[in-house]
């Protein structure tokens, strides 16, 4: 007999009623009229070209502004930019228009046309524009409503902002899609002429760190008065033979006059029903250098009280520094192991607060502060199916569990940036934190064997508290030379962390073979450890000629780990846990020294460069054990580097030395969970892995054409794979053990085509697919077989946007597996999943914002109980009111048909794992948003925080 499930996953229907049916007719309509709309461009046939020639050296003049304005009220209607060869086109002008034709360069006077273009005559060749030399500044020259959109002064590019019109409430990131060359994706992360921006200055000046989007996704486009880019000059004083399609770019924004000190952030609220809320605030004030964060949020949604990156920027974050991040398909992330919200499975409640600090204490030193709390409730009800066959039999195994749990956490920690002189710079980043959790769980384990044999069972209830408290620091010097390219690094990495865990298990544990009998478990298994890192970097580089640059890297690591387990039994009938486990109990302290030495050359040979290097290290490692011997081991190699870059394609080879966890090395076992048992290893040896990459990528901006492709992978040798042991009575053991011939490759590529119309009106479609080939090892019962697990996920996607009034969004995915193993020691695995996302966003009329998403999901092949599909339908109505839209009123309804769950599947080893969480399903929310945008100086109305 099998436990009855169905109290645990609800059981829904699948087929597709006929409102559904009308719903996706409704969407595909939507997408064909969208795409047959006419184009304003279609309208428009006007065409002014010509050639500009430098009336001294009589040789084209490139890099010259074209601008195209209305006669009568200088109204810019098109601009262009002459190419290598000084030519230049202007198509897409007004017909029976008065124009009037501006080309204007730094160091040159300025050339003007007065021209209408008719139906009979579209085309205007201007010839030969000779453009002579002027001793007046450009300023000088140009009337101010004829400032030309774009000058090129030198390195660096000039947008004049007020060329390119955006709402009243556009942000900066809304001005830079109107730019030429300059890309932003969704993600919000910019590029100009495929290169990718690393940081965005204010009036030359770091606007809340060094992250791009702070300024891009914050400032209102209205204060701006130019948008400059350059190359960035720290990268390439750092590496002066950077490729060129690798330099990074910096925007610096130039505020218009007044521009001094602001704020921004929102405030939000909403309540609906069964039970849902939220509610947060998020404001960050600057004033000359200070910059002052402080956000508080609340809601039982299952996501963060806000997004990644209104925590990474307008929180502060980036200006801290991050060192570790999680981020999680749903939504939800952590940083710095710091959660934010979401980022657990089941039913979540979260909340959190905290403030950061950024000042400059004076021109060369500046210090940031950061403290921030979390704290996470969640419920947790999971079903989990493994199916695996063996040479004679079928086994599977379900589990279900429910779990409550808490989680606590607190951070405080700092940065420190020193810039000694203009060559040398220090930074120390150190960070405290501490946090504690706990949880209750009961799961319910049942193993048959096909076709419905009851093998095992068992009813573990197990309660979980933990403790841990930790302090790092990482510090880096910066030394930089007068000659050029010389350079010296010093890297330090310093932690020390505590983890306090008590796990308490009672388990009913009922086995059918040979004969029926039932075992007891009622243990508390203490588990103590302390981890001491210390890692030491220093590089140096000097250049031997133009062309030619050595390289010496030296590594030190030393690490000190210590792992206390301490198992007893609880007296009988009683809670009391104060009975010893010897056989169960142990100490292993772990301390071992990794140093090594690294010599290389750059060469570079205009836009190739080679790298090829040599590393030797060296690995002692030192074991002890407190009911064993102590365990010496002594490792040295010889590691091969290479990288080459040339143009848009680069390729890399190295290889990896990593020494096992101490968990893996405890010869003690865990049999918290009865039905699998896992055995220490402490043996084990250090695994060595050899990586290479292959990586091709280029923006098209004539053809505004992304493209990128990467292959990368490798093989392990010592990889450490589980060896596992099956018996008659469905118990399971694992114990880690080295292994090698594993092997992981894969590969990616993308491309996506924009079409831009008239500045107002894009559509985007792209396609993308990636490939990944794995090859491991099954040990199973003295089997031994390589299993191989292909891979395959294309997907097709199309974006459009009709002058901001109307966006649509088509994503459709596959993503398939398939496992072979050899000889056919196991049965092949193999399944499908489809998921489709639609997405529509209507502002119209002005004041109301229209929102529907459509998801859907399709698994080919699950096992009873698992559902195979869903829909999930959201949708909502925001009203934009106070000035400047600050203030957005929203109905939302989310999952309208009630079908939301959370699963997927895997494939691992010999098995096909199924998931299944429940989640959040229908639920209606109200919400108030107000987004506070206040700067100093009256520029466009924005100047005031609570303006009604």
């Known amino acids: 007999m099998v436990a009855d499930n169905k109290n645990i996953v609800r059981q829904k229907n699948e087929p597709l009623t006929q409102p559904m049916k009308n719903v996706l007719r409704l969407v595909f309509a939507s997408i064909i009229f969208l795409i047959c709309l006419p184009s ?51 198509p897409g002008l007004p017909l029976q228009v008065p124009l009037r034709v501006v080309v204007s360069m ?94 965005i200055l204010v009036d030359g000046k770091e606007f809340f760190g060094d992250d791009p989007k702070v300024a891009s996704r914050n400032l209102p486009a209205d204060v701006i008065e130019k948008v400059q880019v350059m190359n960035d000059p720290d990268a390439l004083r750092r590496n002066p033979d950077m490729p060129a399609n690798d330099i990074p770019q910096v925007i610096n924004l130039k505020f218009k006059k007044g521009i001094k000190k602001g704020a921004f952030g929102k405030i939000y609220a909403g309540a609906g029903q069964p039970g849902r809320y939220e509610g947060g605030g998020i404001l960050n004030i600057f004033k000359d250098t200070m910059q002052v964060s ?24 980036n200006r801290s520094g991050i060192n570790s991040m999680m981020i999680r398909s749903d939504g939800g992330f952590a940083l710095n192991d710091i959660s934010f919200g979401g980022t657990q499975e089941g039913i979540q409640q979260s909340s959190g607060g905290g403030a950061n600090f950024n000042t400059i204490l004076h021109k060369k030193i500046k210090l940031n502060l950061l403290y921030f709390f979390g704290n996470i409730n969640a419920d947790l009800n999971q079903l989990t199916n493994s199916n695996q066959v063996l040479p004679n039999q079928t086994l599977n195994t379900r589990r279900t569990r429910d779990q409550t749990s808490q989680n606590f956490n607190h951070k405080i920690g700092g940065r420190l940036d020193w810039q000694l002189s203009e060559l040398t710079k220090i930074t120390i980043t150190p960070s405290v934190t501490w946090a504690a959790s706990d949880s209750r769980q009961n799961a319910r384990t049942l193993t048959t064997e096909e076709p419905d044999e009851l093998i095992n069972q068992s009813d573990n209830d197990q309660r979980m508290d933990n403790g841990v408290s930790g302090f790092s620091t990482n510090l880096a010097l910066d030394q930089l030379f007068k000659k050029k390219g010389r350079q010296f690094n010093i890297y330090g990495n310093y932690s020390l962390n505590t983890t306090l865990n008590n796990q308490y298990n009672n388990a009913i544990n009922t086995f059918y073979r040979p004969q029926p009998f039932t075992s007891l478990l009622n243990q508390l298994r203490e588990n103590d450890q302390s981890n001491l890192f210390i890692q030491n970097s220093l590089n140096f580089t000097e250049p031997l000629t133009k062309n030619i640059s050595a390289v010496l890297r030296v590594n030190s690591r030393y690490f000190n780990d210590h792992n206390i387990l301490n198992t007893y039994n609880a007296a009988s009938d009683l809670a009391v846990y104060d009975i010893p486990v010897p056989e169960l109990s142990d100490f292993i302290k772990r301390q071992g020294w990794r140093n090594g030495i690294t010599t290389g050359l750059r060469w570079r040979i205009k836009e190739l460069s080679i790298n090829p290097g040599l590393e ?44 096992p966890f101490a968990r893996y090395l405890q010869p003690v076992i ?31 901006t004539k053809r505004l054409l992304n493209y990128n492709v990467y292959l990368n992978g490798g093989n392990s040798k010592n990889g450490i794979v589980q060896e596992r042991t099956l018996n008659s009575e469905g118990v399971q053991t694992a114990r880690p053990v080295n292994a090698d011939g594993i092997w992981q490759v894969s590969t990616y590529g993308s491309v996506m085509k924009d079409y831009k119309f008239n500045d107002k009106n894009q559509f985007s479609i792209g396609t993308n697919f990636r490939v990944s080939y794995n090859k491991n090892l099954v040990l199973l019962n003295n089997l031994k077989s390589d299993a191989v697990t292909w891979g395959l996920y294309p997907s097709i996607e199309g ?93 939302a309804i989310y999952d309208l048909l009630n079908q939301n769950i959370s699963n997927y599947r895997l494939i691992r080893e010999n098995m096909i794992e199924d998931y299944q969480t429940t989640v959040l399903n229908r639920y209606g929310l109200v919400s108030f948003t107000y987004n506070i945008r206040n700067f100093g100086g009256k520029v466009g109305g924005t100047n005031s925080m609570f303006r009604f």
């Open 40 to 90: 304003p461009a279609q309208a428009q046939k006007g065409e002014i070209k010509g050639k500009i020639i430098d009336n001294a050296s009589k040789k084209p003049l490139p890099y010259a502004t074209v601008a195209v304005y209305r006669a009568q009220d200088t109204t810019l209607v098109t601009f262009r930019v002459s190419d290598d060869k000084g030519l230049f086109k202007t």
């Open 106 to 199: 730094t160091g040159f006077g300025v050339y003007r046309k007065e021209l209408t273009l008719s139906p009979t005559e579209t085309v205007a060749d201007l010839g030969e524009v000779i453009m002579g030399e002027s001793a007046k500044m450009l300023s000088e020259v140009l009337v101010t409503a004829e400032v030309p959109p774009i000058v090129v002064r030198k390195d660096t590019l000039e947008f004049n902002a007020a060329s390119f019109k955006t709402l009243p409430t556009a942000l900066v990131e809304d001005l830079l899609k109107k730019l030429p060359g300059v890309a932003v994706d969704n993600a919000g992360n910019i590029s100009v002429n495929g290169k990718a921006v690393n940081k």
């Open 294 to 317: 402080v956000l508080g949020y609340s809601n039982n949604l299952n996501r963060p009280g806000f997004g990644f990156e209104d925590i990474s920027r307008i929180g502060g974050f």
């Open 616 to 659: 030797f290290n060296s690995i002692a490692i030192q074991n002890q054990f407190q009911k064993s011997p102590q365990l010496n081991q002594n490792f040295a190699y010889i590691r091969p580097a290479l990288s080459i870059s040339w143009k848009e394609f680069y390729a890399s080879y190295n290889t990896y030395v990593e020494e």
């Open 670 to 700: 865990d049999n918290t969970n009865p039905l699998f048992i896992q055995y220490g290893n402490p043996t084990l040896q250090p695994s060595v892995d050899n990586r290479f990459y292959l990586s091709y990528r280029k923006y098209d």
């Open 799 to 891: 974006r459009m946007n009709l002058d901001n009034k109307i966006e649509l969004t088509q994503n459709y995915s596959i993503s398939g597996q398939r496992s072979t193993y050899e000889k056919n020691t196991f049965d092949n695995r193999h399944f499908i999943t489809r998921n489709w996302r639609s997405e529509i966003i209507i502002r119209l009329p002005r004041k109301l914002v229209w929102e529907s998403q459509l998801d859907y999901r399709y698994n080919s092949n699950t096992v009873p109980g698992v559902q195979k599909s869903f829909y999930r339908i959201n949708a909502a109505v925001t009203y934009l009111f106070l000035k400047n839209d600050r203030g957005q009123l929203k109905f």
